[in-house]
């Protein structure tokens, strides 16, 4: 029998546990409780990681708010507090100040409109302060995020119970979509969860065909042979669903694009998992050259 692993970090009863252990984009399906949202919350690490929409829209948001906020101050601090505002109705002098706020905020400062009284002056200086600042973060935010290592690994849609060589195996296969992010000394661990007849968790380190390739170059099929090894040797279609396993794996690997190791998850749960399936080639020999075809990376086919 394939090595039993319970040091996991995860719990032994399927009562302590709600659904599948890892997500399909590789995040894990836990929420955090207990303590506040300000202690559990990074900001920093939040704006780095959020979908690039979101961090865009942040920045939006915030230029838009923060520039409000100072027109409001303009506003209260009078009429005769800025020179050069031309128009005199309530819209017409709101959308002056708003850009002439726009302009403290960026130190562009075009000179029609300018500060006079000493409040507006205070007012002025404070915003030039905060805009610099402000700019000085965006800055390093978007360098964290142009210069943080990923994997750009895309994995299968499915896991298939295949033929392979005289008996059976479960294979995903994961390929590098990026020309110039190719991983070298790329690793893949594999582990099983399986619900036990007491209703309880067990998991299991799952030996591979191959766990380490020298460069991923091409796709990777990574192949789990059931043996006698396997939890699931001698187990049928319908044993091996009853048993509800999830399949996690975690890839390893070296980029010299950002000589750092990054690092890609993906898991599999029972709907997953496709029997009696194969995959087909993704990569054909052309004009002399290799031809790796991504779009066929969830291609499969009836055995």
Request: proline share 3%; charged share 20%; with cysteine.
């Amino acid at each position: 029998m394939e090595k039993v692993n319970q040091d996991t970090g995860f719990g032994e009863k399927t009562s302590d546990m709600g659904g599948r252990m890892v997500n399909k984009d590789g995040s894990f399906n836990i929420k955090r409780i207990g303590i506040s949202v300000r202690d559990r919350a990074s900001g920093y690490q939040s704006m780095l990681t959020m979908p690039r929409w979101r961090f865009l829209a942040i920045i939006f948001i915030f230029y838009f708010l923060i520039n409000c906020f100072f027109t409001v101050l303009y506003w209260l601090a009078g009429p005769s507090g800025l020179e050069g505002v031309e128009k005199v109705k309530f819209w017409g002098r709101i959308k002056e100040l708003f850009f002439f706020s726009t302009q403290t905020f960026t130190t562009v400062g075009y000179g029609r409109v300018n500060p006079v009284g000493e409040i507006t002056n205070w007012i002025a200086a404070i915003e030039s302060l905060i805009g610099f600042l402000s700019f000085a973060i965006a800055a390093g935010l978007l360098y964290g995020r142009f210069s943080r290592p990923r994997s750009f690994i895309r994995f299968s849609d499915s896991l298939v119970y295949a033929n392979y060589r005289q008996g059976k195996a479960l294979m995903f296969r994961l390929v590098c979509y990026k020309d110039d992010h190719l991983l070298t000394n790329a690793e893949v661990k594999l582990n099983a969860r399986i619900v036990t007849k007491n209703e309880g968790y067990q998991f299991f380190n799952l030996k591979l065909e191959r766990s380490h390739v020298d460069s991923l170059v091409l796709n990777w099929t990574v192949v789990h042979p059931i043996d006698e090894d396997s939890p699931f040797f001698n187990l049928s279609q319908k044993e091996i669903v009853n048993l509800q396993p999830e399949i996690s794996a975690d890839l390893t690997g070296f980029d010299e694009v950002y000589s750092s190791v990054v690092v890609a998850r993906v898991s599999y749960a029972i709907k997953d998992f496709k029997f009696g399936f194969k995959f087909l080639p993704m990569y054909f020999g052309r004009n002399q050259r290799t031809e790796l075809d991504l779009s066929k990376l969830n291609l499969i086919d009836q055995e």
